[in-house]
């Protein structure tokens, strides 16, 4: 089974500070993917990488970005925290190296602003 | 535009009957397709997908689903829950020219009674 580490598991914080979180992959997949996960929303895309400094915008990306300096570390950051991005984080990468849809997800990054 | 509709919020079913979850898209060309679980504090794991050729798909945990083109639908089947089956189900769909945007459903929390 593919290996993904979401770090930090659990985040609360307050309006208008920064926040990173970290997916970290052992399985060396060029394909990594950062969702956000909201009742009655399901999830939504917010940012995914193509491979090492390749990244492109989801459906949600406003007031996030991202960066990819090495294959295995994908990073997400919200420059200013707003409490609309309370949300439970996951990232997941492609199974089959492809972009195919068959994604391998992260147990989540639960995260409330305050 | 792209649109995953699952109708059914919640489905409640006794241990040992059938199961079928209703998954209805939109989408402007022939879509990958895709069912995906979630179990409590976990992230989503990949049930089973279609891509294209037989429109019955097995998939793990003796779960299926067939696709109908002409009614826009990827309903999900099993023919006896068993408990553990008590999870998040989520339906999305992909481009089949590059994947890297699923678009999910809001999910159908299913319940298993004894």
């Known amino acids: 089974d593919a290996g993904i580490t979401q770090s930090p598991r659990h985040k609360v914080t307050e309006t208008g500070t920064p926040v990173t979180l970290r997916c970290h992959q052992t399985e060396n997949h060029r394909y990594m993917y950062w969702y956000r996960q909201d009742p009655g929303h399901g999830l939504r895309l917010i940012h995914y990488s193509y491979g090492v400094k390749d990244t492109d915008k989801g459906e949600v990306s406003d007031g996030y970005s991202v960066s990819r300096s090495k294959t295995e570390d994908f990073l997400l950051t919200l420059e200013s925290a707003t409490s609309s991005q309370t949300s439970v984080y996951f990232c997941?990468?492609?199974?089959?190296?492809?972009?195919?849809?068959?994604?391998?997800f992260g147990e989540g990054s639960r995260l409330t602003v305050l | 535009a792209q649109s995953v509709t699952q109708p059914d919020i919640h489905i409640t079913v006794s241990e040992g009957a059938s199961l079928e979850l209703r998954c209805n898209y939109s989408y402007g060309a022939t879509p990958y397709l895709f069912w995906y679980v979630q179990s409590p504090g976990q992230g989503l794991q990949l049930l089973l997908k279609y891509f294209s050729g037989d429109t019955l798909v097995q998939g793990i945990k003796g779960f299926e689903a067939e696709f109908k083109r002409s009614q826009s639908s990827f309903n999900l089947r099993k023919p006896s829950v068993h408990w553990s089956d008590a999870a998040e189900y989520f339906c999305a769909v992909g481009a089949k020219t590059g994947a890297n945007n699923l678009f999910f459903g809001t999910g159908t929390r299913l319940t298993v009674i004894p």
């Open positions: 997941a990468i492609s199974e089959t190296g492809q972009s195919t849809g068959e994604l391998f």
